[in-house]
């Protein structure tokens, strides 16, 4: 398996634009969480979903940000409009539940956002 | 108070010295408690969980946990430049990780 998978790795946009990040899990997981990672606050989780459904999406800082996932293979978080405090490192992460109740989450690559 | 605490570092040691990594967490509810390793620029990956109580030995690494002091740590022996990286605790909710900030460890030659 190819593991998480994140798209953009990279992404610079201005003031206002929508940005919209993507995610495809690992095949066979029922757990898909987003992630956000700054100096200041560290890896903060901002919603998960599992078997497609948004379960807790107390970590969505503001309306501005949304998440779907139309299907077991494909996330999406999207910023509307982006501000400058935004600029973070957002990961995409899944998991299964493991025979011993853990979770052991995957991670992405990451895509590093740059709001100017 | 936070619900996991973490020293951020960072923690520089020569080659071959034992590294002590530490968190400390506030929940008593937590039965799973996870060391992610974090390479810069690249995402998480999960190194050793530990449950409830007691010690857990991969390779060069040990987890241990202190659940009367709610407090976890994470030993690396003889340790190597390739350990270079950023050290991540992590507790376990009921199907989500609480993570600590980090600390990051420099291992010079």
């Known amino acids: 398996d190819a593991g998480v998978i994140q798209s953009p790795r990279h992404e610079v946009t201005e003031m206002g634009q929508e940005v919209t990040l993507r995610c495809k899990p690992i095949?066979?997981?029922?757990?898909l969480f987003w992630y956000r990672q700054t100096m200041m606050r560290g890896l903060e989780l901002l919603i998960y979903f599992n078997n497609n459904v948004p379960i807790d999406d107390s970590g969505m800082p503001e309306d501005r940000f949304s998440a779907k996932m139309p299907n077991a293979s494909f996330s999406t978080l999207k910023i509307q409009p982006s501000e400058p405090r935004d600029s973070a490192v957002y990961f995409c992460?899944?998991?299964?539940?493991?025979?011993?109740?853990?979770?052991?989450?995957?991670f992405g690559p990451g895509t590093r956002l740059t709001v100017t | 108070q936070k619900e996991v605490e973490q020293d951020p570092g960072p923690l520089s040691v020569p080659e071959g010295a034992i590294v002590s990594l530490n968190c400390t967490y506030s929940?008593?509810?937590?039965?799973?408690f996870m060391w992610y390793r974090q390479y810069s620029r690249k995402g998480p990956e999960l190194l050793m969980y530990t449950y409830s109580s007691g010690n857990k030995e991969d390779g060069r690494f040990t987890a241990q946990v202190d659940k009367s002091s709610k407090y976890i740590s994470l030993f690396i022996r003889d340790s190597q430049p390739s350990d270079s990286a950023t050290y991540l605790c992590?507790?376990?909710?009921?199907?989500?990780?609480?993570f600590g900030k980090g600390t990051m460890l420099l291992v010079s030659p």
């Open positions: 095949s066979g997981h029922d757990y």
């Open positions: 992590a507790i376990q909710g009921y199907s989500t990780l609480t």
């Open positions: 992460a899944s998991s299964e539940k493991g025979q011993s109740s853990s979770y052991e989450q995957y």
């Open positions: 929940n008593s509810a937590f039965q799973y």
